[in-house]
């Protein structure tokens, strides 16, 4: 690695950052919005194994 980040790396950076920052904010819309990312991310995980 040449000590860049690639576009996807800054990508989900800033959307982490963004996430963070509404949940803190509003926490209601900020559970929902944990509990649709990390079912996503199960499905996502449990797609990518098949």
Same mark, same amino acid.
């Given at each position: 690695?040449?000590?860049q980040?690639?576009?996807r790396a800054v990508l989900l950076a800033l959307?982490?950052?963004?996430t963070?920052? %509404?949940a803190?904010?509003?926490?209601?819309?900020?559970?929902?919005?944990m509990v649709g990312v990390? %079912?996503?991310?199960?499905?996502h995980l449990l797609m990518r194994q098949r």
């Open positions: 690695m040449n000590g980040m690639d576009q959307v982490g950052c963004g963070v920052y %509404v803190f904010e509003h926490p209601s819309f900020g559970t929902a919005l990390g %079912v996503a991310t199960l499905v």
